[in-house]
């Protein structure tokens, strides 16, 4: 079993920045996958970010250039540094990894981004 916890959402003003966290229970190497995905109010869950096995990484296209994913191997974490924050940004971000075929989720931690 592998446990996730997200911290790091809050209120930011449009431009802003917000640093998301995800803390792993094991260490990260052996992680098929780790990434990052947003869910607004009505609509489904989507890619921000990712880092695969061997540590190529992924963006979905409307966080290009704004967001990087980063990793931590000693602290088991994996971070979401998010930049120039638009209102359409807002949603639950969840924290998901691929081990062994099974996939984990975190409890997710709310982004706002409003003036």
């Known amino acids: 079993q592998v446990q996730l916890v997200e911290s790091g959402g809050g209120l930011v003003q449009p431009g802003g920045s917000l640093r998301l966290s995800c803390a792993y229970s094991?260490?990260?190497?052996?992680?098929?996958?780790m990434g990052w995905y947003r869910q607004a109010p009505g609509k489904e869950r989507e890619l921000v970010a990712e880092?695969?096995?061997?540590?190529?990484?992924n963006y979905a296209d409307f966080v290009k250039g704004r967001f990087t994913i980063s990793r931590d191997n000693a602290l088991r974490t994996v971070y979401l540094q998010m930049n120039s924050l638009k209102p359409e940004d807002t949603a639950v971000y969840y924290c998901?990894?691929?081990?062994?075929?099974?996939?984990?989720w975190g409890q997710g931690t709310q982004v706002t981004v409003s003036s």
């Open positions: 998901k990894a691929v081990l062994f075929g099974s996939t984990y």
């Open positions: 094991r260490s990260i190497f052996s992680f098929n996958a």
């Open positions: 880092i695969i096995s061997g540590g190529s990484t």
